[in-house]
Structures are given as structure tokens and as C-alpha cells.
């Protein structure tokens, strides 16, 4: 789980910071581009260059290699100001968290298969997606702390868990199994976790 | 979801079929073994035909190239006799289930991993994947269909929203989120799941 992996992560000129933060948004929004478009293989120092308008000499000394970009891009990510919504209800919640999880993975080309694609083939870049998505669902507890304060969840119950439940059959039917999923199907996997949370499926 | 994909999918000289059965029983164990140990990038026809004995030139003609060989990989397991265990209840199903998955994918080196990673480079391995998935999941509706006649479950339980529950949170965590998981976690999925469809979670 979760939220979009964007492949513009950084706003980019508007972004404090300066020249060196500027640089950095420009190659990784052309690192995410890139990935998308044509996929690991073909992810170079030199065609982020000539896609970001930034010196290949600069790209090679701020970065050194291709993985690096990748890690980068996957850091930047955790840096950005993503929030699951607050709908005011866990079932709800979590058909929005699941929506999103949905469009990003769907998306075309897609940068979240582009990425979950190079952590099979580069341990650093594997090592990057194991902290975003630790960092994602950490940012999502909120979901389930406030369902617990709202009383409608056992105040015992593990947000890991939940997350995992209501998530992780999107992600095996999208990135495994391969299959489309349709948004219905992907709300039913909300208000099932949801029912079976307030049922205690996932208390401690 | 489920079960090894095993890097010995025919059990060779023994099976049925001759000569171009060996073969491909021989070609086969080569290719998930080169597969396992070096990967998707360093699967050659050349490096199978010397780890299997098989000439290149036989090779080249039954099989052309490296996808043909990887999808037939796949197409053998969906050959094979795997059936999940039948324990008598679906809560005791469900475990057998998740503890064959889960050492499955921790197997080191693992074919299962290797083939996920080749899915995504190859269509023809993608396509291959998605079959292999679904002829699994057809073999464990039993698993649900012998719990509704048990009583167990509501008769119109869906068996592969079930079996999604129950195994997609480990396929999350071990291959995308890329971290460990103990045999109580994989057993605690099956349990809750058994209980939330018990409950009725699963029905159509």
C-alpha cells in the first residue's frame, strides 16, 4: 500500500530551496517520465539528461548512477505532503485510500509498476520502495486512530493489519495476478475490511 | 495467490511420454534453475542447453527464444497434480495454504520470484503468469466449496474473494513491500479470514 507514486513528486520552480532543489525536481520528474514511458532498461544517465535539460556532468556527479536517480525518486516521494482523506468514517476512508491506490496503479504509463518493475532487479531501489511504502502506511494509521476515537473500531486494533487487508488484494490483482480490477470491486474490498475491523477481525 | 511454482516441474525420466517428454522435463529444470540462481537478465538459450545437456540447436528449434521458455515453464506447472490439502476444516485448509505459499516464496533462490520479476519484462511471461494464478485458483475453490457443504460457510460464498483474503496479504508483504513474514503472521491471515467468511464476508 499506498497512494500514488507520482512521477512529478517535487512541484518543481514554485519548490524552496533554490537552484539545487530546482535541478533535483526537473531530473526526477524526467527519472518518473522516463520509467514510465520506456521502463528500467532503458533508464540512462543520458536520457534523463537530455529529457530534464540538466548537464549529464551534473546528473553524474550529484547522482553517479541510474539506481541513485531511482532511490532519489522513491525518497522524494516520502518527502511530498500526501494524506489518506478524511472522510469522516473508516468505511469511507478506506474506499477513498483504496480509489487512489487503484487510479495510480492504472495509470498509463505507470510509474508505480515502473518502480515495483526495478525493486525486482536493484536491491537499492527495492530497499527505497520498502521505506515508501513503510512511510505510506504509517501516514494511513491516522485512518484507523481516528475510527478508533470515533468508537467505531476496538481501540485494540492494528492499523498495520487493516491497511494490509483492505490494500493488498489491489495490489496482488493489479501488479501479480495482472488482472484489471474494477472500482466497484476495489470499494467492496474497503467496506469488507471495514465490516470485518468492527467485527475486531484485527484487534492486538 | 497460491502455491510454489516449483523449479522441478515434471519429475523427468519417470513421466509418461518418451524421449520429448525428457527433454522438456530436462530443459525445464534447467531453465528454473538458471532462473533462480542468475536471474531473468542471464536466462540464455545457450545457458540452458548447458545446464540441461540438451543441444542448442534442439533448443533453438522447439523453443526459438527465452520467453517461449520461460512460458513453458509456466504452462508446466499448471500441468502438474498440486492440489491443496484437505485437513477438514477451512480454517486448517486456509494455513496449509499460506504455509505453502509462504515457503514457496522464501525458497532461496526463488523461481517464484524470478518468474513475478520476469512478468514484468515479458508480456509472454506476464500472460503465463496470469494463467498459472488463475489455474490456482481454480484447484483451491475446493477449499471453500468443501467447507459449504461442511457448513461452515454461507452457501453462496465467494471462493475466489476468499482465497484472495487470504493469500494476497502475502504475496504484499513478501514480493512488493519486500519484507519478512513469520509462519504465525501467514497463519493469522488464514485464520481471520476463515472468520470473517464464516461471518459472511465473502458471500456473493
Excluded at 519548490?15 to 532503458?42: H, I, K, N, Q, T
Excluded at 467505531?152 to 492499523?159: G, H, K
Aim: overall charge negative; glycine content about 4%.
Amino acid at each position: 500500500m499506498t497512494s500514488p507514486v507520482d512521477a512529478t513528486p517535487l512541484p518543481g520552480p514554485a519548490r524552496p530551496g533554490g537552484r539545487s532543489a530546482r535541478v533535483r525536481a526537473d531530473v526526477l520528474r524526467a527519472v518518473g517520465e522516463e520509467l514510465a514511458e520506456r521502463g528500467y532498461d532503458a533508464l540512462t544517465i543520458d536520457a534523463v539528461a537530455a529529457r530534464s535539460g540538466v548537464h549529464r556532468t551534473t546528473l553524474y556527479r550529484r547522482w553517479k548512477t541510474v539506481d541513485a536517480l531511482l532511490v532519489d525518486l522513491l525518497e522524494a516521494n516520502r518527502d511530498d505532503t500526501w494524506a489518506p482523506a478524511d472522510t469522516g468514517a473508516l468505511t469511507t476512508d478506506l474506499i477513498a485510500l483504496n480509489r487512489e491506490v487503484r487510479t495510480a496503479a492504472l495509470e498509463e504509463p505507470s510509474v508505480m509498476s515502473a518502480v515495483i518493475a526495478a525493486s525486482f532487479r536493484s536491491p537499492a531501489a527495492a530497499a527505497a520502495q520498502t521505506r515508501l511504502l513503510d512511510d505510506r502506511y504509517e501516514r494511513c494509521a491516522v485512518v484507523v486512530t481516528r475510527a478508533i476515537a470515533r468508537g467505531e473500531l476496538p481501540a485494540d486494533t492494528d492499523p498495520h493489519r487493516l491497511l494490509m487487508a483492505a490494500t493488498s488484494p489491489l495490489y496482488h490483482q493489479l501488479f501479480l495476478r495482472r488482472q484489471p480490477m474494477t472500482e466497484a470491486e476495489a470499494d467492496r474490498w474497503a467496506t469488507t475490511t471495514a465490516a470485518a475491523a468492527e467485527a475486531g477481525a484485527f484487534q492486538a
